[in-house]
């Protein structure tokens, strides 16, 4: 899978995991507060009508997302956290005077949300998300939902769930509830009209980086060694299981609000400096690839370089967790539609003509996540880790960015928000001088 986040979501996990979030995704929809790139808002976020959608980042459910930092001393994968996610990612429904499912989806939705039936447990339920995203396989996906049955022949609140990114779609195997990040694992199913945690698998990292696994089932916790076996195999499993179709909620834009779309031109690099324009360049091109675009849409890269080595001008290497940001333009403000997180290490050969990319090492999701993240990433490794907390360093490198796309085009826009966000104010320009800053 693709570190694709959610942008929102994202951005609300990275300080807890410090490490990911499913790309993307995600990291979060989109995170910067959550995971997964914390890896593909949240995604962690999330949305894609067109490539990602409109639950639709909840940066990176940043993306999608906590508005306050959850304090690191708090485990990512403990039942608070997830509470907590779930609690302000899932959309809160007052579902007073709704004798059906019918009534619920007809009257209490609204546009860009989400709802699916399966059955978890041996209980039929109703599931609705904050919104949807494009899975690229031919589903409507969804990282978040509030789940409803009946009791006494009226619907009821089960409970609330949400996964750590867009690389983790809620999902369901033999009545079994999936729900999943870079560093946890979670089945829920239904007993005695509650939603309840079956099974729970963690993996946490200590000051020497040593791995140590958790598995909980049924009030019981087991030793390191099974619970590394459990973990592994709940991401084996998550694989085979059916991810949940969602249905979005209002459909099609509209021929009138199609017709007040706003055309935006797409992303060039304005900066100076060749070797940047080529690194930008590259993400722009293979970043995009996850997504549809259309004329109203608009990618702007968002690179946050942990290290570069330019030591061999035939290997010159460039570390860092790479941002894609897919933008809508509404007003005078650039609202975030979907997005994702592509960390790795990106090389690239000096040649007479300039600079050409030749590969790009990216980071893995699910269980192999950190190991991978480890071998690409070596001594820099903790100064990745690191960056995902740089919440307020981080987002300024994107609002300069994009105050400097917004500069070289000549547009009247002064601000972008995530879903879920308050608009932020951009910057002034500094085209000059900012790109050599950013290693």
Known sequence: M????????????????????????ADSAAEQKVSESASEVVSEAAPETSGETSAEVKEEASSEAPSEQVGTEVSEA????????????????????CDTFTQIVDQKLSDGMGYANATIGDTDVLLVSSGTY??????????DAVIFDYKDGVPYEVGKVCAGGTAYPLAVKDGVLYAGSNHWGIKYTIKDDELVIS????????????????????DETFGDAEAETKFHEFFEELADATIINFQPVGGAVSE????????????????PELFYSVLYKYMVDEFS???????????????????EDESDKSDIKVWGNFWLYNYTLNGDTLETSSGGSYPG????????????VTKMEQVEDGSNYDPSAKKIFGEHYDKFIKSGENEKENEATRAQIIANYVAANNLSITSYKDYGADPIELPKENIDSFYSQLD
Do not use: W
């Open 78 to 97: 403990s039942d608070e956290f997830l509470k907590q996610i779930s609690e302000e990612s899932a959309p809160s429904i007052d579902i007073s005077g």
């Open 134 to 143: 494009d899975n690229l396989d031919g589903n409507m996906a969804a990282i």
């Open 199 to 218: 099974e729970k698998v963690y993996v946490e990292y200590g000051g020497d980086e040593a791995e140590s696994y958790t598995y909980e089932r049924k």
């Open 289 to 307: 690839k996850n997504y549809a675009y259309d004329d109203v849409t608009v990618g702007i890269p968002c690179p946050i370089i942990i290290a």
């Open 345 to 356: 290490c990106i090389h690239l050969k000096s040649t007479d003509d300039g600079y050409e």
């Open 256 to 271: 009138d609000k199609a017709a007040e779309a706003v055309s935006l031109p797409a992303y060039e690099y304005p900066g």
């Open 2 to 25: 693709k570190n694709r986040i959610i942008a929102l979501f994202m951005a609300s996990m990275v300080i807890v995991s410090a490490s990911a979030c499913g790309n993307q995704a």
